[in-house]
């Protein structure tokens, strides 16, 4: 029994030390003095051998000499031939960007100081006052309707107001003309646009996301900068970037168009450049760009650049009116009306200082697009489901107030709760995650792995609760027209989920793939030191990052089995009272990913880049550990309101309960069966213990929705809130505002009614009666009246004359087109 005692002495002991991550040194030499002591106490025989075994294998570690000799130099050929191979294009988007919080989640000991030391990110009174005034101008100017069903474009007064505005040069710094916005600034702006219209939004966010502007700012020569980006912020010229074609989507590194290193005649002179060829799809903006920005594969056939053939993805800008493109047709994306279409270039010439950056970036296209996409993908996308996430949040919220069936609010029907809890809960989190991502890329992070998180997961909860929505309002939301709130952006959904970046994609191989070996704190080292040609070197960092790899994954076993064990509720983290438990169980989870994600890469090596079923568990696990990241933060930012608390509650319960399954469904599709059982054992100690968001929370926080209140404004904060009786949403506000007396009034009527001083009778009639028996006072009656004309305006649906049904959408479309 003494001998077991000890034993497990020595090995909470060791323990302890790799909870801790003591390094290899200081934790030989601290072994080796707590056996010394236990050697003093009389350690029974076994044990005595076991620890002091222990304690020679750490100091024989030490040797980096024996180390390499008889371990890391035998696995570095290893490594080499398991190596998946990798193209340049692949290693450039693996290195673009930077990593952030996404880091300290894959370390297993994620450090709160370095997130809540993060300053709330704040807009400017310069911002505020943009979106309170031209913002707020814009969204009253647009009438979705008339643009997606009678003109299928803005109309000409909105593209001037938004390019004299400068809406089209949110991140063009004022020294050239622009607003010189923050990046939270820019995502509020299209959020704002987007509750409003989404084919206003995507125009607004092009040019402002991965358009000309963006790879000129960082990347452009001088010149290029002082031709363009002044004329860009004043709408002077309209951009738009041409990336895929028919045959490059997904895969777009694998693009057929091309350009050749040659001499040609420009403006009359023989001139030094490019003869293009190029066939492109989908390019919003493209129908009315004046300047197309343009990515090809550049080859030198000729030499006249120096020895190498092919250069690689180059980025060119070009003015639209070169002789050789033709541009102009539309696509037709989902009855959104924003431009969008093809265009071809045939023989095109231009010189080589129209390449972005100029001579000096031929061939660093690929990178260059990456690093931008890691900032704007960052912004975009992510405002757009926030803005209808609030959207539905407050309309459809409002709405299952509003309407009755069976007597009652839809919206206290618990089936609805159920649904309208998701609307508010995601919408928690999504604006929580738009906002602490803005803020990392204006603390000058191009997150990459981050980017790829918000843009799949805001873009796939906006497409959950965006069809709940239908759900709730049912044939109201069905049936189009100018009283549809919710239509076309139930149409624009997939939208969404493709561009930029499709999801299936996206969660199946980049979020996890590039966050492994980004993330990761010795992958990279690794992957670096098996590609380096120096044998000695090589072979240094290769020990120095495989021991490091070893200590962190012997550091991670433990702590998610100690963490499982306790709950995590030992961890000291930087925040007092009961939001302390978030951050323990986010830390507990972190470490059972970090463990997880190092056996798997352990057993399938670059396999691993195949099995996207395992890849997209992981990319949920990962994801949601942001997002419960971002809940917290947010309600720590915002000084902890009280009233918030159901959707903290909820948000955080489905994050942290999603990070729980991935990682239980992985498990029980892991390759190795012994392994998973291993690893089951170390991360869920005691079985999965999370919930998902219980019905009680679910209740108060759907209950937010149905009724104004402070919390209800801090959900959808930031959202155009049209005003009047005129509007949809005007009306659905209105109503909402005396919900309260109403229903006092009401309760006042059919208690008469119960008891007989009334009798059954309709609504209308039933307040005159009331009236008239002194039952309600002349104000009461009033607002009656009033209420009851909001409701069946509210929930009237629009019907047209056969005649403008019989004219069908593409007609008129052919007919503009024409
Ligand atoms: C409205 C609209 C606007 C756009 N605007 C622009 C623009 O301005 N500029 C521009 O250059 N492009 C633009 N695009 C193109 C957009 O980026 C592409 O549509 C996108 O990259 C997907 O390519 P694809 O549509 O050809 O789908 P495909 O590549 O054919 O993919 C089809 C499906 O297969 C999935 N898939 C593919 N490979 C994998 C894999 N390895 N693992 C798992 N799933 C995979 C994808 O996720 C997708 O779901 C736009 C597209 C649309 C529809």
């Not at 980017?451 to 044939?475: F, H, P, W, Y």
Request: hydrophobic residues 45%; proline residues 6%; glycine residues 8%.
């Amino acid at each position: 029994m003494s001998t077991l005692i000890w034993t497990l002495i020595e090995l909470g002991l060791l323990g302890a030390l790799a909870y801790h991550r003591v390094s290899l040194r200081p934790a030989a030499v601290i072994a080796g003095m707590m056996m010394a002591l236990l050697t003093v106490l009389l350690l029974p025989g076994w044990s005595l051998l076991v620890g002091w075994l222990i304690v020679a294998a750490l100091v024989l570690l030490c040797s980096m000499s024996l180390r390499r000799t008889y371990i890391s130099d035998r696995l570095l050929p290893l490594l080499r031939r398991a190596m998946p191979p990798m193209s340049q294009t692949e290693r450039e988007a693996l290195e673009a960007g930077t990593v952030w919080w996404d880091a300290e989640l894959f370390s297993g000991r994620p450090d709160w100081r370095r997130l809540l030391g993060t300053p709330a990110p704040r807009l400017s009174a310069e911002e505020q006052s943009f979106l309170d005034g031209p913002a707020e101008a814009l969204c009253r100017m647009l009438d979705d309707w008339r643009i997606t069903q009678e003109d299928f474009d803005l109309p000409p007064e909105v593209w001037t107001y938004i390019k004299q505005q400068g809406f089209f040069g949110m991140i063009i710094p004022k020294r050239y003309g622009g607003l010189g916005f923050s990046a939270l600034a820019h995502s509020a702006v299209v959020m704002k646009i987007a509750t409003r219209s989404i084919t206003a939004a995507v125009t607004v966010m092009v040019p402002n996301s991965l358009g000309p502007a963006e790879l000129l700012l960082h990347y452009g020569t001088e010149q290029q900068k002082e031709r363009y980006l002044r004329r860009l912020a004043k709408g002077e010229e309209v951009p738009c970037f041409a990336l895929t074609g028919p045959e490059a989507g997904s895969d777009a590194s694998s693009i057929p168009d091309t350009g050749i290193i040659c001499r040609g005649k420009f403006n009359g002179e023989e001139t030094l450049g490019i003869r293009l060829n190029w066939e492109k799809r989908y390019i919003t903006l493209g129908p009315v760009a004046t300047v197309l920005g343009l990515a090809f594969k550049l080859y030198d056939p000729n030499g006249l650049l120096g020895k190498r053939r092919e250069l690689g993805i180059t980025c060119a800008l070009i003015p639209t009116d070169t002789p050789g493109i033709e541009i102009g047709a539309r696509h037709f994306p989902l009855n959104a009306a924003f431009q969008n279409g093809p265009n071809r270039g045939r023989d095109v010439f231009i010189p080589l200082d129209w390449v972005i950056g100029g001579a000096e970036r031929v061939g660093q296209g690929w990178r260059m697009l990456m690093e931008s996409l890691a900032a704007g993908r960052s912004i975009s996308l992510p405002a757009l489901s926030t803005g209808a996430g609030k959207l539905v949040c407050r309309a459809i919220g409002g709405y299952a107030r509003v309407r009755k069936q069976f007597k009652t609010p839809i919206g206290h029907f618990e089936g609805v709760e159920e649904v309208l809890a998701r609307m508010a809960g995601y919408t928690y989190m999504m604006d929580a995650a738009r906002i602490m991502t803005a803020g990392a890329v204006d603390n000058g992070e191009k997150p990459s792995v981050i980017s790829a998180i918000v843009k799949q997961q805001l873009t796939e909860r906006m497409r959950r609760i965006v069809n709940d929505a239908m759900d709730v309002q049912g044939g109201a939301a069905i049936c189009l027209g100018p009283r549809n709130l919710i239509g076309r952006a139930y149409q624009s959904i997939p939208i969404s989920i493709t561009v930029e970046g499709a999801n299936l994609l996206t969660r199946s191989l980049i979020i996890f793939g590039q966050g492994a070996v980004r993330c990761h704190p010795y992958i990279l080292k690794e992957m670096r030191a098996a590609a380096e040609q120096n044998p000695y070197t090589a072979s240094r960092d290769f020990d120095a990052a495989l021991f490091g790899h070893i200590g962190f994954t012997v550091s991670n076993a433990v702590r998610a089995l100690w963490l499982g064990l306790t709950g995590a509720r030992l961890v000291r983290v930087p925040v007092h009272g009961q939001p302390r438990r978030y951050y323990q169980k986010i830390t507990r989870m972190s470490a059972a990913f970090a463990l997880t994600a190092d056996v798997t890469m352990l057993v399938l090596g670059g396999d691993l880049k195949r099995r996207e079923r395992l890849s997209g568990r992981f990319a949920d696990a990962l994801s949601n550990l942001y997002l419960a990241s971002a809940v917290v933060k947010r309600f720590e930012d915002q000084g902890r309101p009280d009233a918030d608390r159901p959707l903290l509650q909820w948000a955080f319960d489905d994050a942290l309960y999603t990070v729980q399954e991935s990682l239980d469904a992985l498990l029980k599709n892991f390759p190795v069966r012994w392994l998973s059982w291993i690893v089951r054992g170390l991360v869920f100690p005691l079985g999965r213990r999370y919930a998902p968001p219980d019905d009680h929370v679910g209740q108060q926080a759907a209950r937010l929705l149905l009724r104004p209140s402070v919390a209800r404004d801090r959900l959808t904060a930031g959202m155009f809130i049209p005003k009047g009786e005129r509007e949809p949403l005007g009306r659905i506000e209105l109503a909402l505002a005396d919900i309260e007396r109403v229903d006092a009034v009401e309760r006042a009527l059919s208690n008469s009614v119960k008891n007989g001083v009334l009798p059954k009778a309709s609504i209308a009639e039933l307040i005159d009666l009331a009236l008239e028996r002194g039952v309600i006072s002349d104000e009461n009656a009033e607002l009656l009246r009033r209420a009851e004309a909001l409701r069946r305006e509210i929930i009237k649906v629009d019907d047209f004359p056969k005649e403008v049904l019989a004219r069908r959408p593409d007609d008129a479309l052919e007919d503009e087109v024409a």
